[in-house]
């Protein structure tokens, strides 16, 4: 699964330390700027859902 997380840079930077915190985070891609003249960054997170799809809830908590 990828997760694009958009933002300030700082607050990409703490949203993908509670992903790699939570998640089997398995890429963190370099920040994108976003288009246009904007402060905002773009950071892309691959995570394996193989162990969140093996629950019994089917990885709903």
Do not use: F, K
């Not at 998640?23 to 859902?49: A, I, K, M, Q």
Request: with cysteine.
């Amino acid at each position: 699964m990828r997760i694009r997380v958009t933002g300030l840079p700082v607050e990409c930077e703490a949203v993908v330390d509670v992903l790699v915190a939570t998640l089997d985070v398995v890429e963190v891609s370099e920040p994108h700027p976003n288009r246009g003249r904007s402060d905002l960054v773009r950071v892309y997170v691959t995570v394996s859902t193989a162990a969140l799809m093996a629950r019994p809830t089917g990885g709903v908590t």
